[in-house]
């Protein structure tokens, strides 16, 4: 499992989330049309109701140490989708191939992954950076505006994301520490 190739900085929890989309489009080198193209301000609120709805309703499971926003391809285009697991290793990525939390309400609809897919016919590679750095900049954004919320009673939740045929990418990890959260790699 890769480590994030995303700057350190998205991790700092004083940004907005404007300051986060203008330091990620400046990492994956997006012009401004591509930029407009994602709406992820409209993205990330369609990915912030989902997550909290889900939380709210059908939580992971106490036991649950890692998740996996993973994307695939359908037919329709980009689907993003949640998946945990009691298990992690940093080094080895089948604690993600038989997820224990794989709740009915995984799929949602958010704009911005449907969107990239114009750029991915444009250009794969490039189409599929940018596709795994909207899902980061989403989860990142979501987990420092909303750690205890991910964490309930846990003392640690592992974050990564990824397509499911490709390699998975280690975002951080969430943990509780004398009281004070900590999050990062």
């Not at 404007?18 to 301000?41: G, H, I, S, V």
């Not at 890692?66 to 298990?87: D, N, P, W």
């Amino acid at each position: 499992m890769n480590t994030h190739p995303f700057p350190k900085q998205l991790w700092e929890p004083t940004l907005t989330l404007e300051q986060r989309m203008a330091k990620m489009a400046e990492q994956l080198d997006l012009f401004p049309d591509d930029w407009e193209k994602l709406n992820l301000a409209q993205g990330y609120a369609q990915f912030s109701s989902w997550l909290l709805r889900l939380w709210k309703h059908n939580p992971p499971y106490d036991d649950i140490q890692a998740l996996l926003f993973g994307i695939f391809e359908t037919e329709k285009g980009l689907q993003l989708y949640i998946a945990g697991s009691s298990e992690w290793d940093g080094e080895d990525e089948e604690w993600a191939d038989e997820p224990e939390y794989f709740p009915e309400e995984r799929y949602p609809e958010i704009s911005s992954v449907a969107a990239v897919e114009s750029l991915m016919k444009q250009d794969l590679v490039r189409g599929i950076d940018v596709a795994i750095g909207v899902i980061a900049l989403f989860v990142i954004h979501f987990t420092i505006d909303h750690a205890e919320y991910l964490l309930q009673s846990r003392e640690r939740l592992w974050l990564a994301t990824g397509f499911d045929e490709g390699e998975l990418i280690q975002l951080g990890c969430l943990k509780m520490n004398r009281r004070q959260r900590e999050i990062g790699r």
